[in-house]
């Protein structure tokens, strides 16, 4: 290959159309990605959607219960949508347990879909974590550490994409003002959560809660941030409608260009 | 001195006046307690102690050991009856010696019973109960006693003695024993041997003598004034019977069989010549269940790993040809290895399904074999399966068959994570039948199959327990706190949904009588969203004292 590329500066046309083809036999072969469905975010991910065989790391925008509940909520939504056929099941592998099931069901991990392992320590999550990626008949694996070096989670991902089932390694603060994901890693994808005010409702009550969501860092793409409606009852998140006096504007004026 | 005359400075017996003479109890109760010699000193025995492991209750029918002892023996005080409800009837199925002296029998309403005896103890009976304790004596007869035993009706059984009393030294001498142990064990008996099970059977119930033996063929003679109702006789027969005028067993001897049959039913006939002989009637056996084993001897003792791995797969090839040809599945094995010094190591694994698949398997001991300490050699190595259940073939969905997206079986998994972290550390968590949130889950096996919970909003994250806000500022009775500090920290609420209102169980403490939590689920200013409760609805004071509480957080 260098030799044909040193030929001339710039690449065939042939030659990219058959590095194209290797890496789309690449990606059917690893599975479709998994969108959100939400066009302002597929379109900005790599892989148009989370890829269904590797290593994802999420944490929490700050240390408070708050935001680990959002983040806690967002990992378990995207893991219904990876186990959303009858009869696939979803491991959460975590040291302290928690978790209050009722809560997971509402954003579509029933207690059928969902079956938890507890470690005594972070070396054992990541143990479970990766013979459960291993064995390859899980929906999605969830695995709760505190630490997680640069060896374990290329373990995680070699072993994600052997057994064809993606990861999502939700790291908990360890300190107050430390983000856990200052430390290096080979993820996919590595996001952060944070609760976010939901709109005023025009009567008394809660709205749907609102999350801002960043992408810290991903595979051949770029960072971005946004701010999303909460999961749904099956894990789908949402676009917040925007204030009417500015999505109506722009609308008008590309029409009028055009 | 010691014995073999070896000293050690420092030696009990090398100390200054040790043991002079067996001390006297005054003196010893003279002495403060930390002085006193011990009882070994005294060189006397403590009190035997109950074997710590005799009392345990074995297996239920696996081994065929002894029935559990009854916890206590019973002494009859009070007269005791047992009853057993039919319909709107209660019938005494059974009373004690005090109660039989009494006058009550079996059969009689128990309300009659009462009505005699003020001070009656009176019981429900167990007939389930009755019959498990029969089929594991039965079982225990069939491991020590004879091979082939059943159990006879609702209270007796029936061994064939055929060839096997020689080895108690004759008959008499079996039926003593057999008497011992049952009364050690809580029971009284009556035993009859005879050349027919049909005459044994009357003989034990009605002959009236503890200990009745027949010399060969004199059945019929035996028989001669018992009851009829000793024949083992349908209802019906015996009720023709007793119209007839018929009503000891010698009655019908001298009966043409035509119009017996005809009067009182073939079976009544068989009856009678099964008891005389004249109709052979087999014992059908309990066959006692035997554990799935599988061993291999050999030939030089083994020590590296790859050797004790080959043997282990090939006793798992054995022990899962065993299994399919009984048409079991594997939930526990134990791997036993004789090592060349007589110590025996064992091994234990389990599966959270019932399982025959080889590989597996081998992989679930693989993960095990690192436990195995060789030292100078294993010579010999057992498996065995002491919890096996039924597997068969079962059916899939046709769909299945068709598509090939079939949902994955993870039951391997489980047991591969359970080899890993222990049994306990998988579980799922199922619903309970509680509104109170705290109850509404529990723990059960990986495995389970649960159900949902009701849809009411909940938290993603439970606190471990309720935290107590400070300085809460709310309207009473039904709305939201409008500011609260939870760990120091003040929160103003902007939105609030709520109240949800729960009510303790008041079947479970007095406590939870009146009790009510009012659930709010509010947004702070930054977006946090909490699930408080207050104790008490805001009317009524008993309800609780008006505290709030942070119990959990939405995403």
Same mark, same amino acid.
């Given at each position: 290959?260098?030799?044909?590329? /040193?030929?001339?500066?710039?690449?065939?046309?042939?030659?990219?159309?058959?590095?194209?083809?290797?890496?789309?036999? /690449? #990606?059917?072969?690893?599975?479709?990605?998994? /969108?959100?469905?939400?066009?302002a975010?597929?379109?900005?991910?790599?892989?148009?959607?989370?890829?269904?065989?590797? &290593?994802?790391?999420?944490?929490?925008?700050s240390?408070?219960?708050?935001?680990?509940?959002?983040?806690?909520?967002?990992?378990?939504?995207?893991?219904?949508?990876?186990?959303?056929?009858?009869g696939?099941?979803?491991l959460?592998?975590?040291?302290?347990?928690? &978790?209050?099931?009722?809560?997971?069901e509402?954003?579509?991990?029933?207690?059928?879909?969902?079956?938890y392992?507890?470690?005594?320590?972070?070396?054992?999550? &990541?143990?479970?974590?990766e013979?459960?990626?291993r064995?390859?008949?899980?929906?999605?694996?969830?695995?709760?550490?505190?630490?997680?070096?640069?060896?374990?989670?290329?373990?995680?991902?070699?072993?994600?994409?052997?057994?064809?089932?993606?990861?999502?390694?939700?790291?908990?603060?360890?300190?107050?003002?430390?983000?856990?994901l200052? #430390?290096?890693?080979?993820?996919?994808?590595?996001?952060?959560?944070?609760c976010?005010p939901?709109?005023?409702?025009?009567?008394?009550?809660?709205?749907?809660?609102?999350?801002?969501?960043?992408l810290?860092?991903?595979?051949?793409?770029?960072?971005?941030?946004?701010?999303?409606?909460?999961?749904?009852?099956?894990?789908?998140?949402?676009l917040p409608?925007?204030?009417l006096?500015?999505?109506?504007?722009?609308?008008?004026?590309?029409? #009028?260009?055009? | 001195?010691p014995k073999?005359?070896?000293?050690?400075?420092?030696?009990?017996?090398?100390?200054?006046?040790?043991?002079?003479?067996k001390?006297?109890?005054?003196?010893?109760?003279?002495?403060?307690?930390?002085q006193?010699?011990?009882?070994?000193?005294?060189?006397?025995?403590?009190?035997?102690?109950?074997?710590p492991?005799?009392?345990?209750?074995?297996?239920?029918g696996?081994?065929?050991?002894?029935?559990?002892?009854?916890?206590?023996?019973?002494?009859?005080?009070?007269?005791?009856?047992?009853?057993?409800?039919?319909?709107? +009837?209660?019938?005494?199925?059974?009373?004690?010696?005090?109660?039989?002296d009494l006058?009550?029998?079996?059969?009689? @309403?128990?309300?009659?019973?009462r009505?005699?005896?003020?001070?009656?103890?009176?019981?429900?009976?167990?007939? +389930?109960?009755?019959?498990?304790?029969l089929?594991?004596?039965?079982?225990?007869?069939?491991?020590y006693?004879?091979?082939i @035993?059943?159990?006879?009706?609702?209270?007796?059984?029936?061994?064939?003695?055929?060839?096997?009393?020689?080895?108690?030294?004759?008959?008499?001498?079996?039926?003593?024993r057999?008497?011992?142990?049952l009364?050690?064990?809580?029971?009284?008996?009556?035993?009859?041997?005879?050349?027919?099970?049909?005459?044994?059977?009357?003989?034990?119930?009605?002959?009236?003598?503890?200990?009745?033996?027949?010399?060969?063929?004199?059945?019929?003679?035996?028989?001669?004034?018992?009851?009829?109702?000793?024949?083992?006789?349908?209802? $019906?027969?015996?009720?023709?019977?007793?119209?007839?005028?018929? $009503?000891?067993?010698?009655?019908?001897?001298?009966?043409?069989?035509?119009?017996?049959?005809?009067?009182?039913?073939l079976?009544?006939?068989?009856?009678?010549?099964?008891?005389r002989?004249?109709?052979? $009637?087999?014992?059908?056996p309990?066959?006692?269940?035997?554990?799935?084993?599988? $061993?291999?001897?050999?030939?030089?003792?083994i020590?590296?790993?790859?050797?004790?791995?080959?043997?282990?797969?090939?006793?798992?090839?054995?022990?899962?040809?065993?299994?399919?040809?009984?048409?079991?599945g594997?939930?526990?094995?134990?791997?036993?290895?004789?090592?060349?010094?007589?110590?025996?190591?064992?091994?234990?694994f389990?599966?959270?399904?019932?399982?025959?698949?080889?590989?597996?398997?081998?992989?679930?001991a693989?993960?095990?074999?690192?436990?195995?300490e060789?030292?100078?050699?294993?010579?010999?190595?057992?498996?065995?399966?002491?919890?096996?259940?039924?597997?068969?073939?079962?059916?899939?969905?046709?769909?299945?068959?068709?598509?090939?997206?079939?949902?994955?079986d993870?039951?391997?998994?489980?047991?591969?994570?359970?080899?890993?972290?222990?049994?306990?550390?998988?579980?799922?968590i199922?619903p309970?039948?509680?509104?109170?949130?705290?109850?509404?889950?529990r723990?059960?096996?990986?495995?389970?199959?649960?159900?949902?919970?009701?849809?009411? +909003?909940?938290p993603?994250?439970?606190? +471990?327990?309720?935290?107590?806000?400070?300085?809460?500022?709310?309207?009473?009775?039904?709305?939201?706190?409008?500011?609260?500090?939870?760990?120091?920290?003040?929160?103003?609420?902007?939105?609030?949904?709520?109240?949800?209102?729960?009510?303790?169980?008041?079947?479970?403490?007095?406590?939870?009588?009146?009790?009510?939590?009012?659930?709010?689920?509010?947004?702070?200013?930054?977006?946090?969203?909490?699930?408080?409760f207050?104790?008490?609805?805001?009317?009524?004071?008993?309800?609780?004292?008006?505290?709030?509480?942070?119990?959990?957080?939405?995403?």
């Amino acid at each position: 290959m260098p030799a044909e590329f /040193a030929l001339s500066d710039r690449p065939h046309a042939e030659q990219l159309a058959v590095l194209r083809t290797q890496i789309a036999a /690449a #990606q059917a072969e690893r599975g479709p990605a998994l /969108a959100f469905g939400i066009d302002a975010l597929d379109s900005r991910l790599a892989d148009h959607g989370l890829d269904g065989a590797g &290593l994802h790391e999420l944490a929490a925008a700050s240390s408070t219960l708050n935001d680990d509940a959002a983040a806690t909520l967002f990992a378990a939504g995207i893991a219904a949508r990876f186990a959303n056929k009858p009869g696939f099941t979803i491991l959460w592998a975590l040291t302290r347990f928690d &978790l209050y099931a009722p809560g997971l069901e509402q954003v579509g991990l029933g207690p059928d879909r969902i079956f938890y392992a507890q470690g005594r320590k972070d070396a054992e999550v &990541l143990a479970m974590a990766e013979d459960g990626l291993r064995d390859g008949s899980l929906a999605c694996v969830v695995a709760e550490v505190k630490a997680a070096d640069q060896t374990a989670t290329r373990r995680l991902q070699l072993a994600a994409s052997d057994g064809k089932t993606p990861i999502l390694l939700y790291r908990r603060h360890r300190s107050r003002d430390r983000c856990p994901l200052e #430390q290096p890693s080979s993820a996919m994808t590595r996001w952060r959560i944070g609760c976010a005010p939901s709109t005023r409702l025009p009567y008394a009550g809660v709205g749907r809660e609102r999350w801002s969501i960043e992408l810290v860092r991903q595979r051949s793409g770029n960072p971005f941030s946004l701010e999303v409606e909460a999961c749904d009852d099956t894990g789908r998140l949402a676009l917040p409608a925007a204030a009417l006096h500015r999505a109506v504007a722009p609308v008008r004026a590309l029409h #009028q260009a055009a | 001195m010691p014995k073999g005359g070896g000293w050690r400075p420092g030696a009990r017996g090398a100390r200054d006046g040790a043991l002079p003479a067996k001390p006297t109890q005054t003196e010893i109760d003279a002495l403060p307690a930390h002085q006193r010699p011990t009882s070994r000193e005294l060189s006397r025995r403590s009190e035997s102690a109950e074997h710590p492991f005799r009392a345990m209750r074995p297996d239920e029918g696996m081994s065929g050991s002894a029935p559990a002892r009854l916890h206590t023996f019973p002494v009859w005080t009070r007269p005791t009856i047992l009853i057993e409800r039919t319909g709107q +009837k209660e019938i005494v199925t059974a009373a004690c010696p005090v109660a039989l002296d009494l006058g009550l029998r079996p059969g009689m @309403a128990a309300a009659h019973a009462r009505a005699l005896v003020p001070d009656l103890d009176v019981r429900e009976a167990d007939p +389930k109960a009755d019959r498990a304790l029969l089929d594991r004596l039965a079982l225990h007869a069939v491991g020590y006693w004879t091979p082939i @035993a059943s159990v006879a009706d609702s209270d007796g059984l029936w061994l064939d003695l055929s060839g096997t009393t020689h080895l108690f030294g004759g008959e008499e001498r079996f039926c003593r024993r057999l008497l011992r142990f049952l009364r050690r064990v809580g029971f009284t008996a009556t035993i009859a041997i005879a050349g027919t099970p049909g005459a044994a059977h009357a003989l034990a119930r009605y002959g009236g003598a503890a200990i009745t033996i027949l010399p060969p063929g004199a059945e019929s003679e035996a028989m001669v004034d018992l009851p009829l109702a000793a024949l083992r006789l349908a209802p $019906e027969a015996l009720t023709a019977a007793s119209r007839f005028g018929l $009503e000891r067993v010698g009655d019908l001897y001298p009966m043409p069989r035509g119009p017996l049959a005809k009067r009182l039913g073939l079976s009544t006939v068989t009856r009678l010549d099964q008891a005389r002989g004249a109709v052979a $009637e087999p014992i059908v056996p309990v066959i006692p269940f035997e554990v799935p084993r599988v $061993e291999r001897r050999l030939l030089e003792p083994i020590g590296t790993a790859e050797a004790i791995t080959q043997v282990i797969g090939d006793l798992i090839d054995d022990m899962v040809t065993l299994l399919q040809a009984r048409g079991l599945g594997l939930r526990a094995a134990v791997l036993s290895c004789l090592r060349v010094d007589g110590q025996e190591q064992r091994i234990g694994f389990g599966t959270a399904r019932a399982t025959r698949n080889a590989t597996h398997l081998k992989r679930l001991a693989a993960m095990r074999v690192e436990t195995i300490e060789p030292d100078l050699g294993i010579e010999a190595m057992a498996l065995t399966a002491p919890r096996v259940e039924e597997l068969h073939a079962a059916m899939i969905a046709a769909a299945d068959l068709a598509g090939g997206d079939r949902a994955p079986d993870i039951a391997p998994l489980v047991d591969q994570l359970a080899g890993r972290v222990g049994e306990d550390a998988l579980f799922r968590i199922v619903p309970r039948e509680s509104d109170v949130p705290e109850r509404a889950v529990r723990r059960a096996p990986a495995l389970a199959t649960p159900t949902g919970w009701p849809r009411w +909003k909940r938290p993603v994250r439970l606190l +471990k327990r309720p935290e107590l806000l400070a300085s809460v500022v709310a309207l009473l009775p039904d709305h939201p706190p409008r500011r609260f500090v939870w760990r120091g920290r003040p929160y103003r609420v902007v939105a609030g949904d709520g109240p949800e209102r729960i009510h303790g169980e008041w079947w479970r403490s007095r406590r939870e009588m009146w009790a009510v939590r009012d659930y709010f689920r509010v947004e702070a200013e930054g977006g946090e969203r909490f699930w408080l409760f207050r104790r008490g609805d805001g009317v009524e004071a008993p309800t609780g004292d008006l505290s709030w509480y942070m119990h959990g957080l939405f995403g």
